[in-house]
């Protein structure tokens, strides 16, 4: 027995070497002179789920959270300079829109003219009639000097806007107005128009928001530019408490300016630009505001300090009110979009908006296939409106932004104009969690824009990671830090996720079915042509 033993384990070694000897042997060889070796065949086993190659761009990693500081191994290293340059630079984010017909601008410049005369004459007869009214009653009133500039930053940015986006990466308009809105004089402070329309009157029979979230005002700049001003409401280093409902949360200034950056990042230029700016509230709004509503509001606290609270009548509390230090407060200022006189906009409702109240779920919530009766529904029965929406919700997951209940769409450009990202105040509320049902239009409908999958492959390298082109990028604003150092990684950590609910859908029903081609290849130069059939 032990002779049999003896010459079968015999015969089975000299098997294995003459394998080895003759045919794995020379195989290795020959991948070594070749450089195949470098070359990783691996299947889905290795650890990628089955994400197909796209381009050589990194995929997800399996670790939930991303550790500072952590290089891949597979990854070149960072060589110093700035990464942001780099990123924008990359041949995905040079990928040039198709000619734009006159249909396809938002704006003719002689409607945009027509628009700002328009503006100039009715400053003019408002500034007569307070002149007039201040004689009357003897009293001196405060009317700044406006002036007429035909390359106003933010005239030239709405000259900008097309079917395809808000604005160019390229496009220097958007520096102007960002620097505009930094340091530019304010001449007149207001309520929104959404305040006015509620005329202080708020349903207090509906979910009370204590956090004062109509506590936003409208500026006017000296070149008759506007911007919307939401005041600091929450420290940097505060997260949304844990009790707190994501209907009643603060709104954040910081998470504004911080979504404006992110959006430009991934290329998706769908946030109107957002710079952040310290005010004087007492002479660059209180001595500046005409609307007598708005002056009441203002008093000065136990501190001595300059405060001011909504008009609407739950929170017209001096408990919820938002002060100067002693006047100095800072905000963040979001540049208005053309009037909806001009430039018309659709509200519309989200498929997947959240329940408004303490209890109750939605249907997307219970179902699973909630997808498959949405693609039956105009508009997402045909077109990008659908895959607009997933870019949405990758965008909000990121940000951790749950209150996206509707979403805006210029009318001109009808179902294939891109949606606004407007309203991102309740984002970057907590680190430390991630929401992954904000995540339901992907993970449901199982569908992503190749562009959009490519960008975000391309921030999980080390190289471009997101954490570090968002730092870099907000180093930019006046108000530093945007965002704190555990916001920033959890950008991350978020990143990788979205990467593997997309690698699931890959996997379940394979690329063809999930990645969506919008654009036919990026190059390293600008003129690289796109898919005229489909937009970002």
């Not at 102007?176 to 929104?192: G, P």
């Not at 509390?317 to 002060?323: I, Q, R």
């Not at 249907?363 to 607009?388: A, I």
């Not at 990467?499 to 029903?509: E, F, I, K, S, T």
Request: proline share 6%; with cysteine.
């Amino acid at each position: 027995m032990k002779r049999d033993r003896f010459l079968l384990a015999a015969a089975l070694t000299a098997i294995f070497s003459a394998d080895f000897y003759f045919v794995l042997l020379p195989k290795l060889r020959s991948r070594a002179q070749s450089g195949e070796a470098r070359v990783c065949d691996c299947g889905p086993a290795n650890g990628t789920l089955g994400l197909p190659d796209l381009g050589g761009l990194a995929k997800p990693r399996l670790s939930n959270r991303t550790r500072p500081g952590a290089v891949p191994p597979s990854e070149p290293a960072d060589d110093g300079g700035s990464k942001l340059e780099r990123l924008l630079a990359h041949p995905l984010y040079n990928i040039r829109t198709p000619d734009l017909r006159a249909e396809e601008k938002l704006l003719q410049v002689e409607q945009l003219m027509e628009y700002y005369k328009k503006k100039v004459s009715h400053w003019e007869r408002h500034k007569k009639l307070y002149n007039e009214a201040a004689a009357v009653a003897n009293v001196s009133l405060t009317v700044r000097d406006m002036k007429y500039d035909p390359d106003a930053g933010w005239l030239r940015f709405h000259s900008g806007i097309n079917r395809y986006a808000l604005y160019s990466q390229e496009d220097p308009a958007v520096l102007q107005l960002l620097e505009d809105m930094r340091t530019m004089a304010v001449v007149d402070a207001d309520y929104t128009q959404d305040e006015k329309a509620l005329k202080g009157a708020c349903d207090c029979t509906q979910v009370v928001k204590p956090s004062g979230h109509h506590l936003k005002l409208a500026l006017k700049m000296r070149n008759f530019g506007k911007a919307m001003f939401k005041p600091m409401r929450q420290q940097r280093e505060e997260e949304t408490p844990e009790d707190f409902f994501y209907f009643v949360d603060f709104q954040r200034h910081n998470a504004e300016i911080a979504a404006f950056h992110l959006d430009r990042i991934l290329d998706f230029r769908r946030v109107p630009p957002v710079a952040g700016r310290r005010l004087n509230v007492t002479g660059e709004v209180l001595h500046v505001a005409h609307n007598e509503d708005l002056r009441a509001v203002f008093f000065t606290s136990p501190a001595n300090n300059t405060c001011f609270f909504a008009k609407c009548l739950y929170v017209c509390k001096t408990e919820y009110a938002v002060c100067g230090s002693p006047d100095l407060l800072e905000g963040s200022l979001s540049a208005y979009l053309p009037g909806l006189s001009v430039a018309p906009r659709l509200s519309v409702p989200n498929p997947w908006t959240r329940s408004y109240t303490f209890s109750g779920q939605q249907e997307w919530e219970v179902n699973p296939f909630f997808c498959d009766s949405v693609k039956q529904m105009h508009p997402y029965n045909t077109g990008n409106r659908l895959l607009n929406i997933i870019d949405m919700s990758i965008f909000d997951f990121l940000i951790g932004n749950m209150d996206r209940h509707h979403y805006e769409v210029f009318t001109k450009f009808g179902d294939e104009g891109f949606l606004l990202h407007l309203d991102n105040a309740r984002g970057f509320g907590k680190h430390s969690h991630d929401e992954l049902s904000i995540l339901a239009p992907l993970s449901q409908c199982c569908m992503i824009k190749r562009s959009t999958l490519l960008r975000l492959q391309l921030l999980a390298r080390s190289e471009f990671r997101l954490s570090d082109v968002m730092r870099e990028s907000l180093l930019r604003d006046s108000l530093l830090p945007v965002l704190t150092e555990p916001h920033l990684l959890a950008l991350d950590r978020r990143l990788q996720k979205v990467l593997r609910a997309v690698q699931r859908c890959v996997r379940r029903l394979g690329k063809d079915e999930v990645i969506t081609r919008d654009f036919i290849k990026a190059t390293e130069k600008p003129q690289a042509t796109t898919d005229p059939e489909a937009s970002r």
